[in-house]
């Protein structure tokens, strides 16, 4: 990779981070039940209530797709793309070994959906949408791309031979 397209893939990749971290510590919901009953809720924060409430697999579960996974991939792109050719096969092994683990870091969105869609069903209840969800969206959205875009120029050079 040329260098001024690795400094703007490290620069996005530190963006992706750094939203990523938001995403874990600001609210991503407050529920509100029976009109004042008030609860705000982060990742941080759920996965601390089940730990602390013994759902030990639940909360592991959670952590590793929610949080372990998109970090090794952040790694793991960080390492690809700041290494040499020399490691070329074993970047497109890696890439898709993180492709293909990758999808089920999406599992989160998909169970807070549900919470979402769960909630709004009550009548009792509402459920608002904050900033912390979108950083986390906006986080896993730009890992992805920047996972199709280091796929594409390791791709590139070794598909012109």
Not at 75 to 97: D, P, S
Not at 112 to 135: C, I, Q, R
Request: aromatic share 18%.
């Amino acid at each position: 990779m040329p260098l001024l397209q690795r400094w703007i893939f490290n620069g996005l990749l530190l963006l992706a981070l750094w939203a990523f971290w938001q995403g874990i510590f600001a609210p991503l919901m407050r529920l509100e039940k029976f009109w004042f009953f008030n609860n705000q809720y982060s990742l941080y924060s759920s996965l601390q209530t089940l730990w602390e409430h013994g759902e030990v697999f639940l909360c592991s579960f959670l952590f590793l797709f929610s949080v372990l996974t998109p970090l090794v991939k952040m790694a793991g792109l960080a390492l690809i793309a700041n290494t040499g050719k020399q490691f070329r096969h074993v970047h497109e092994r890696f890439l898709y070994i993180l492709e293909t683990w990758g999808k089920w870091s999406m599992l989160d969105v998909f169970v807070v959906a549900l919470l979402f869609v769960s909630v709004k069903l009550g009548t009792l209840a509402n459920v608002t949408v904050h900033e912390g969800l979108y950083w986390f969206g906006g986080a896993v959205l730009l890992v992805q791309s920047l996972s199709v875009w280091l796929s594409w120029a390791i791709k590139k050079p070794s598909a012109a031979r």
